[in-house]
Nanobody, 114 residues
């Protein structure tokens, strides 16, 4: 069984930076895709950034150039966020798509406000 735990969310001022972390327990396959999603108030959940086991990445258009997803091993991924904007306010979720299932973390709140 895989469990994902996000951390790093907090209140930050516009223009600020944050680094989110997602730590996985259990055995993950290197061929699995991992990603960060977010759900803002009254909005649908959307993909923010994804990364494959080979390191290929993709991003939501509105975060390109500001956010960077990275993976230091099979178990952990990160989301470096810079130049944060109020519209980035959301609960951020980590997701791992594995051969044996689709796993989600519980989310971490990011609030961008002055």
């Amino acid at each position: 069984q895989v469990q994902l735990v996000e951390s790093g969310g907090r209140l930050v001022q516009p223009g600020g930076s944050l680094r989110l972390s997602c730590a996985a327990s259990g055995r993950l396959s290197s061929i699995g895709v991992m990603g960060w999603y977010r759900q803002g108030p009254g909005k649908e959940r959307e993909l923010v950034a994804g990364i494959t086991g080979g390191g290929d990445t993709n991003y939501l258009d509105s975060v390109k150039g500001r956010f960077t997803v990275s993976r230091d091993n099979v178990q952990n991924i990160y989301l470096q966020m810079t130049n944060l904007k109020p519209e980035d306010t959301a609960v951020y979720y980590c997701r791992a798509v594995q051969p044996d299932g689709d796993y989600w973390g519980q989310g971490t709140q990011v609030t961008v406000s002055s």
